[in-house]
């Protein structure tokens, strides 16, 4: 049975202009112990999508459809009060900035004693060698006289380290991680890559990992969404998004990459920019800036269909199957 | 005569990190200086593109300040089109040679004027037109150069993506005539399918217009694509530099071996790896001899007491001694 289940998740910000659509019926599921990546431009509804599952919405923004259940309970209905313990003990949060995800007035190994004994039953001494212990995972030098320090006496790639323990100190099923590595230059990038999946192996926690990076996605993730003005455009396996993409999106956008490997003339470009959310287009919201256009697209909005070992919301693969 | 744009010999700078002088003096402290680029020389040929390519703090957008005198070098000198470059900036003909674009299109471009105003900014500060028809008719053709219309003139900043307002910047600098262009980030604050218009743009523009282009980036896949030559930096120097494909298919130096692994690509899927440990140091309090040595894998006493000089070797110029004594 899938960990997380998201159905149908609509998310709306009423405005003095009407009501905006950010997320449009979007379903995925995610399994535990695996990574689904979650990619898109800026402005596509990945980090709105992982805010509405943790319950972190701001408001005036709200769910306004659809369901996301955890271990098959709702988790979408419940109260602030009741979602409080879910958060942190069910699902962690990493974030992109980790500045401002730590508290600069308290010492790191106060934060995380504090976090585990809000959800474990652990004793200040149980809770403070735990903390060193998560640390010291974590790869932190010299944890047990570091577990002293305050966030400013770290740098960045440190301060995203104590992040991530803080996000899985009180052991949660699934990890919601926003821009993990953003802020972080490339080789500790990739040591922050490789941390988070040794322990969510090791621990079997399940990840969404949301990015707008496709080469963090390559390397990180089981299965990838990519996600396009509030809906998904293609989720399927990693392999098959990333290197046989089927919808026209995410095959632009895997072009427009520049790549390490080989060097082209010319960047393939995908023309136009994404639309506004006052002004999603009728039918497929890709299509002003899709080369394969045809009637259908103008009018219809299309569902995933099934095209290959991915699912596509692109009419091509409607026409491609057999009509029924 | 060769046709260097821009040449660095042995360029140094320094800041003044010092605390105020009544601070200093109380508590004894001596002076503290940051040295944000050392002993870097370069020379960028006509029509190429000489990338720089380095974590945050390696010094590469000081150079980018130091090439359009933004900065003056404490030590060293740069010259452009074969005169020194404050003579450069003090003569009006030359100077409108050179412009520069910058990272972030929400912070470059003054949101009070209007977009005709600022891509004629140049136009108006160098007098390069009088009429008011002839600017009005320069500015929509260099719109349109960048894939805009003449018609955008009439709006403001904020009425556009960044991606265009990246356009908006390089019209602005493009109004000079300019031969040669420092661009810091160009692409770093766009989405990739933005990112790749703009990166198609900028090479059309060099074919177009025989443009020499010095790039500053921190993503080695961008400026592969970019780049003829290609400079990377740690800690203020230049430990490798050559031609970019030469440094891709067979980088040498241990740093540029180590951002190549480290770097996540789409070739990589399923694959795992090794990362390298450790993190850049701060230039406050740089190492003493090689400055990488605490991250390289081939250091020895030598690399840990005595800089390494840049060797020569093939068409590559390296600063390294396990590659000199030929340990690696």
Not at chain 1, 9 to 34: C, H, K, M, Q
Not at chain 1, 159 to 167: G, N, S, T, Y
Not at chain 2, 112 to 119: E, F, G, K, Q, S
Not at chain 2, 212 to 224: C, D, E, G, K, P
Request: glycine fraction near 8%.
């Amino acid at each position: 049975m899938p960990l997380l289940e998201v159905e149908n998740l609509i998310v709306e910000f009423p405005t003095r202009r009407g009501l905006l659509r950010a997320i449009d019926e979007v379903s995925f599921t995610i399994d535990p112990g695996e990574v689904l990546g979650v990619v898109g431009e800026s402005g596509a509804g990945k980090s709105l999508t992982g805010a509405a599952i943790i319950g972190l919405l701001e408001p005036p923004g709200r769910i306004a459809g659809g369901q996301i259940r955890l271990n098959g309970a709702r988790i979408d209905t419940l109260s602030p009060e009741r979602m409080r313990p879910i958060r942190g003990r069910q699902i962690g949060a990493i974030f992109q900035d980790p500045l401002t995800t730590l508290n600069p007035l308290y010492s790191i190994g106060r934060q995380l004693v504090e976090t585990m004994q809000t959800h474990l039953p652990l004793s200040d001494r149980d809770a403070r060698e735990r903390a060193i212990q998560w640390l010291e995972d974590v790869g932190i030098p010299a944890a047990r006289h570091r577990i002293g320090a305050f966030p400013h006496e770290f740098s960045g790639g440190m301060r995203q380290r104590v992040v991530i323990a803080l996000a899985l100190c009180a052991e949660p099923r699934l990890i919601i991680a926003d821009e993990p590595t953003t802020a972080l230059d490339v080789s500790i990038q990739a040591q922050i890559i490789a941390l988070l999946k040794r322990i969510t192996r090791e621990h079997g926690t399940a990840v969404m990992l949301v990015t707008h990076d496709m080469g963090v996605i390559a390397e990180t993730a089981d299965r990838v969404a990519v996600m396009y003005a509030g809906r998904i455009a293609e989720i399927g396996p990693v392999r098959d998004v990333v290197l046989t993409p089927a919808h026209p999106y995410s095959e632009g956008l895997m072009g427009s990459i520049p790549s390490l490997e080989h060097r082209v003339d010319r960047l393939r470009q995908i023309d136009g920019a994404m639309p506004r959310l006052t002004a999603i287009p009728q039918g497929c919201a890709f299509n002003p800036r899709c080369p394969k256009t045809f009637a259908r697209c103008m009018t219809e909005r299309p569902a995933l269909l099934p095209a290959g070992p991915t699912r596509s919301a692109c009419w091509l693969h409607a026409e491609a199957a057999p009509h029924v | 005569m060769s046709d260097i744009v821009l040449q660095a010999s042995a360029v140094t700078r320094d800041f003044d990190i010092s605390r105020p002088l009544l601070q200093r003096v109380l508590s004894g402290e001596p002076k503290r200086t940051l040295r944000a680029v050392d002993d870097v020389s370069f020379a960028i040929e006509r029509g190429t593109t000489l990338s720089l390519v380095g974590e945050s703090g390696c010094g590469k957008s000081t150079i980018a300040r130091l090439a359009v005198g933004l900065y003056r070098p404490s030590t060293g000198d740069i010259s452009f089109e074969g005169h020194p470059l404050s003579a450069a900036r003090a003569q009006a003909s030359l100077r409108r040679k050179m412009n520069m674009i910058f990272q972030d299109p929400y912070a470059s471009l003054n949101p009070r004027w209007r977009v005709r105003d600022i891509v004629a900014e140049p136009i108006r500060a160098f007098a390069i037109l009088a009429s008011q028809k002839d600017i009005t008719d320069r500015v929509g053709q260099l719109l349109s150069q960048v894939g805009l219309s003449p018609a955008d003139g009439e709006k403001y900043p904020h009425e556009f993506s960044g991606g265009q307002r990246q356009r908006i910047s390089i019209a602005r600098a493009l109004s000079s005539e300019p031969d040669f262009l420092v661009c810091d980030e160009p692409t770093s604050a766009l989405d990739v399918s933005v990112q790749a218009q703009i990166l198609n743009l900028m090479r059309d523009l060099q074919q177009r217009l025989g443009l020499t282009y010095l790039f500053i980036s921190h993503n080695l896949a961008v400026v592969r694509h970019m780049s003829d030559r290609l400079g990377v930096m740690y800690l203020g120097r230049i430990v490798e530099l050559g031609a970019g494909e030469t440094l891709f298919r067979a980088p040498r130096h241990p740093y540029m071996r180590l951002l190549l692994e480290a770097i996540p690509d789409l070739a990589m899927v399923g694959r795992t790896r090794t990362p390298v440990g450790g993190e850049v140091p701060s230039p406050i309090n740089p190492p003493s001899g090689c400055p990488f040595h605490p991250r390289c894998p081939l250091a020895n006493d030598r690399c840990r007491t005595e800089k390494p000089i840049h060797t020569l070797i093939e068409t590559t110029e390296i600063a390294c001694h396990a590659i000199a004594e030929g340990r690696a």
